[in-house]
T-cell receptor
Protein backbone atom coordinates (compact mmCIF):
# COMPACT_ATOMS: atom_id res chain seq x y z
CA UNK A 1 0.00 0.00 0.00
CA UNK A 2 0.84 3.67 -0.03
CA UNK A 3 3.41 5.07 2.41
CA UNK A 4 3.61 8.81 3.04
CA UNK A 5 6.62 10.33 4.77
CA UNK A 6 6.59 13.89 6.07
CA UNK A 7 9.40 16.19 7.23
CA UNK A 8 10.17 17.96 9.43
CA UNK A 9 8.18 16.80 12.44
CA UNK A 10 8.55 20.20 14.10
CA UNK A 11 9.26 23.58 12.58
CA UNK A 12 9.70 26.98 14.21
CA UNK A 13 9.86 30.16 12.17
CA UNK A 14 9.83 33.86 12.91
CA UNK A 15 6.69 35.74 12.00
CA UNK A 16 6.96 36.94 8.43
CA UNK A 17 9.35 34.19 7.35
CA UNK A 18 8.45 31.30 5.07
CA UNK A 19 7.77 27.72 6.11
CA UNK A 20 8.24 24.66 3.92
CA UNK A 21 6.99 21.17 4.70
CA UNK A 22 7.88 18.23 2.50
CA UNK A 23 6.23 14.89 1.84
CA UNK A 24 7.08 11.86 -0.21
CA UNK A 25 4.82 9.06 -1.33
CA UNK A 26 5.50 5.59 -2.60
CA UNK A 27 2.63 4.60 -4.90
CA UNK A 28 2.73 6.18 -8.35
CA UNK A 29 -1.02 5.51 -8.67
CA UNK A 30 -1.77 8.23 -6.11
CA UNK A 31 -3.30 11.17 -7.91
CA UNK A 32 -4.60 13.57 -5.28
CA UNK A 33 -2.55 15.31 -2.61
CA UNK A 34 -4.31 17.43 0.01
CA UNK A 35 -2.83 19.36 2.89
CA UNK A 36 -4.68 19.66 6.17
CA UNK A 37 -4.26 22.03 9.09
CA UNK A 38 -5.20 20.70 12.49
CA UNK A 39 -5.62 23.01 15.42
CA UNK A 40 -5.70 21.74 18.97
CA UNK A 41 -8.89 19.81 19.70
CA UNK A 42 -10.23 20.09 16.17
CA UNK A 43 -10.47 17.90 13.13
CA UNK A 44 -8.20 18.32 10.10
CA UNK A 45 -9.20 21.19 7.83
CA UNK A 46 -8.35 21.16 4.15
CA UNK A 47 -6.21 24.17 3.26
CA UNK A 48 -5.01 23.35 -0.23
CA UNK A 49 -4.79 20.39 -2.56
CA UNK A 50 -3.21 19.41 -5.85
CA UNK A 51 -3.93 16.75 -8.42
CA UNK A 52 -1.37 14.77 -10.33
CA UNK A 53 -1.96 16.61 -13.58
CA UNK A 54 -0.78 19.89 -12.02
CA UNK A 55 2.73 20.85 -10.88
CA UNK A 56 1.95 23.83 -8.69
CA UNK A 57 -1.01 25.53 -7.11
CA UNK A 58 -1.19 28.74 -5.12
CA UNK A 59 -3.81 30.27 -2.86
CA UNK A 60 -2.75 33.59 -1.37
CA UNK A 61 0.08 32.83 1.09
CA UNK A 62 -0.10 29.08 0.61
CA UNK A 63 1.32 27.10 -2.30
CA UNK A 64 1.82 23.44 -3.03
CA UNK A 65 4.23 21.89 -5.54
CA UNK A 66 4.20 18.36 -6.89
CA UNK A 67 6.98 16.41 -8.51
CA UNK A 68 5.43 13.21 -9.86
CA UNK A 69 8.70 11.80 -11.10
CA UNK A 70 10.34 12.07 -7.70
CA UNK A 71 7.08 11.33 -5.90
CA UNK A 72 7.26 14.28 -3.58
CA UNK A 73 5.16 17.31 -2.84
CA UNK A 74 5.66 20.33 -0.64
CA UNK A 75 3.66 22.95 1.21
CA UNK A 76 4.94 26.51 1.20
CA UNK A 77 3.59 29.16 3.54
CA UNK A 78 4.89 32.68 2.99
CA UNK A 79 4.68 35.67 5.33
CA UNK A 80 3.81 33.42 8.22
CA UNK A 81 1.56 34.70 11.00
CA UNK A 82 1.04 33.44 14.56
CA UNK A 83 -2.35 32.04 13.57
CA UNK A 84 -0.57 29.71 11.14
CA UNK A 85 0.71 27.80 14.17
CA UNK A 86 -0.83 24.32 14.04
CA UNK A 87 -0.10 20.75 13.00
CA UNK A 88 -0.03 20.26 9.24
CA UNK A 89 -0.65 16.92 7.58
CA UNK A 90 -0.06 15.92 4.01
CA UNK A 91 -1.96 13.05 2.45
CA UNK A 92 -2.00 11.02 -0.73
CA UNK A 93 -5.03 9.45 -2.26
CA UNK A 94 -5.35 6.46 -4.50
CA UNK A 95 -8.17 6.48 -7.07
CA UNK A 96 -10.45 4.70 -4.57
CA UNK A 97 -10.33 7.86 -2.43
CA UNK A 98 -8.68 6.22 0.57
CA UNK A 99 -6.37 8.78 2.15
CA UNK A 100 -2.91 8.00 3.52
CA UNK A 101 -1.63 10.66 5.87
CA UNK A 102 1.85 11.78 6.72
CA UNK A 103 3.03 11.90 10.32
CA UNK A 104 2.39 15.62 10.71
CA UNK A 105 4.47 18.76 11.20
CA UNK A 106 3.99 20.94 14.23
CA UNK A 107 4.53 24.51 13.02
CA UNK A 108 5.19 27.28 15.51
CA UNK A 109 5.30 30.86 14.29
CA UNK A 110 7.13 33.05 16.77
CA UNK A 111 5.80 36.61 17.01
CA UNK B 1 -21.30 26.66 5.84
CA UNK B 2 -22.26 22.98 6.05
CA UNK B 3 -20.10 20.90 8.36
CA UNK B 4 -19.64 17.37 9.58
CA UNK B 5 -20.68 16.92 13.20
CA UNK B 6 -19.72 14.17 15.63
CA UNK B 7 -21.05 13.07 19.01
CA UNK B 8 -20.01 12.67 21.70
CA UNK B 9 -16.94 14.88 21.80
CA UNK B 10 -15.42 12.66 24.49
CA UNK B 11 -16.34 9.10 25.44
CA UNK B 12 -14.86 7.22 28.36
CA UNK B 13 -15.51 3.50 28.53
CA UNK B 14 -14.22 0.45 30.30
CA UNK B 15 -12.29 -2.22 28.47
CA UNK B 16 -14.59 -4.82 26.96
CA UNK B 17 -17.53 -2.46 26.63
CA UNK B 18 -19.23 -1.58 23.38
CA UNK B 19 -19.18 1.99 22.12
CA UNK B 20 -20.97 3.71 19.28
CA UNK B 21 -19.55 6.87 17.80
CA UNK B 22 -21.92 9.00 15.82
CA UNK B 23 -21.43 11.27 12.85
CA UNK B 24 -23.72 13.44 10.79
CA UNK B 25 -22.05 14.00 7.41
CA UNK B 26 -22.73 17.01 5.25
CA UNK B 27 -26.15 16.81 3.69
CA UNK B 28 -26.15 15.30 0.18
CA UNK B 29 -22.71 13.78 0.63
CA UNK B 30 -22.54 10.15 -0.44
CA UNK B 31 -19.10 8.92 0.54
CA UNK B 32 -18.28 8.47 4.22
CA UNK B 33 -15.13 7.63 6.09
CA UNK B 34 -13.83 6.86 9.54
CA UNK B 35 -10.28 7.62 10.58
CA UNK B 36 -8.52 7.38 13.89
CA UNK B 37 -5.61 9.26 15.35
CA UNK B 38 -3.73 7.87 18.32
CA UNK B 39 -2.31 10.71 20.42
CA UNK B 40 0.73 12.21 18.73
CA UNK B 41 0.54 9.94 15.70
CA UNK B 42 -0.71 10.21 12.14
CA UNK B 43 -4.31 10.02 11.05
CA UNK B 44 -5.07 6.44 9.95
CA UNK B 45 -7.76 5.29 7.56
CA UNK B 46 -10.25 2.80 8.99
CA UNK B 47 -13.10 2.36 6.52
CA UNK B 48 -14.98 3.95 3.65
CA UNK B 49 -18.68 3.55 3.00
CA UNK B 50 -20.75 4.17 -0.08
CA UNK B 51 -24.20 3.14 -1.22
CA UNK B 52 -24.93 1.49 2.12
CA UNK B 53 -21.94 -0.78 2.09
CA UNK B 54 -18.28 -0.81 2.96
CA UNK B 55 -16.20 0.04 -0.09
CA UNK B 56 -12.78 -0.29 1.50
CA UNK B 57 -11.31 -1.04 4.91
CA UNK B 58 -7.87 -1.10 6.44
CA UNK B 59 -6.13 -3.78 8.48
CA UNK B 60 -7.11 -1.90 11.62
CA UNK B 61 -10.80 -2.39 10.86
CA UNK B 62 -11.15 -5.93 12.19
CA UNK B 63 -14.21 -7.84 13.32
CA UNK B 64 -14.53 -5.67 16.42
CA UNK B 65 -15.49 -2.72 14.23
CA UNK B 66 -18.65 -2.13 12.25
CA UNK B 67 -20.24 0.82 10.50
CA UNK B 68 -23.82 1.62 9.78
CA UNK B 69 -25.96 4.28 8.24
CA UNK B 70 -29.17 3.66 10.16
CA UNK B 71 -31.08 6.53 8.62
CA UNK B 72 -30.63 9.26 6.07
CA UNK B 73 -28.36 11.41 8.20
CA UNK B 74 -26.34 9.43 10.77
CA UNK B 75 -23.23 7.39 10.13
CA UNK B 76 -22.00 5.31 13.06
CA UNK B 77 -18.88 3.44 14.06
CA UNK B 78 -19.33 0.64 16.58
CA UNK B 79 -16.55 -1.01 18.51
CA UNK B 80 -17.94 -4.20 20.04
CA UNK B 81 -15.43 -4.94 22.77
CA UNK B 82 -13.07 -2.07 23.35
CA UNK B 83 -9.41 -2.55 24.11
CA UNK B 84 -6.98 -0.15 25.73
CA UNK B 85 -5.30 0.40 22.36
CA UNK B 86 -8.57 1.66 20.90
CA UNK B 87 -8.04 4.89 22.82
CA UNK B 88 -7.71 7.57 20.15
CA UNK B 89 -9.45 10.41 18.37
CA UNK B 90 -11.92 9.13 15.83
CA UNK B 91 -12.75 11.35 12.89
CA UNK B 92 -15.60 11.05 10.48
CA UNK B 93 -15.28 12.54 7.00
CA UNK B 94 -17.46 12.84 3.93
CA UNK B 95 -17.18 13.65 0.26
CA UNK B 96 -19.77 15.35 -1.87
CA UNK B 97 -21.99 14.06 -4.57
CA UNK B 98 -19.52 14.60 -7.38
CA UNK B 99 -16.75 12.73 -5.55
CA UNK B 100 -14.51 15.72 -5.93
CA UNK B 101 -11.90 14.18 -3.62
CA UNK B 102 -12.10 16.92 -0.99
CA UNK B 103 -12.84 15.22 2.31
CA UNK B 104 -14.46 17.30 5.02
CA UNK B 105 -13.64 16.18 8.53
CA UNK B 106 -15.68 16.39 11.68
CA UNK B 107 -14.22 17.66 14.97
CA UNK B 108 -13.63 14.14 16.22
CA UNK B 109 -14.60 12.01 19.21
CA UNK B 110 -11.96 11.35 21.80
CA UNK B 111 -12.34 7.76 23.00
CA UNK B 112 -10.67 6.81 26.24
CA UNK B 113 -10.67 3.15 27.21
CA UNK B 114 -9.77 2.44 30.82
Amino acid sequence: GENVEQHPSTLSVQEGDSAVIKCTYSDSASNYFPWYKQELGKGPQLIIDIRSNVGEKKDQRIAVTLNKTAKHFSLHITETQPEDSAVYFCAASLPGNQFYFGTGTSLTVIP
Amino acid sequence: EPEVTQTPSHQVTQMGQEVILRCVPISNHLYFYWYRQILGQKVEFLVSFYNNEISEKSEIFDDQFSVERPDGSNFTLKIRSTKLEDSAMYFCASIGVLATYEQYFGPGTRLTVT
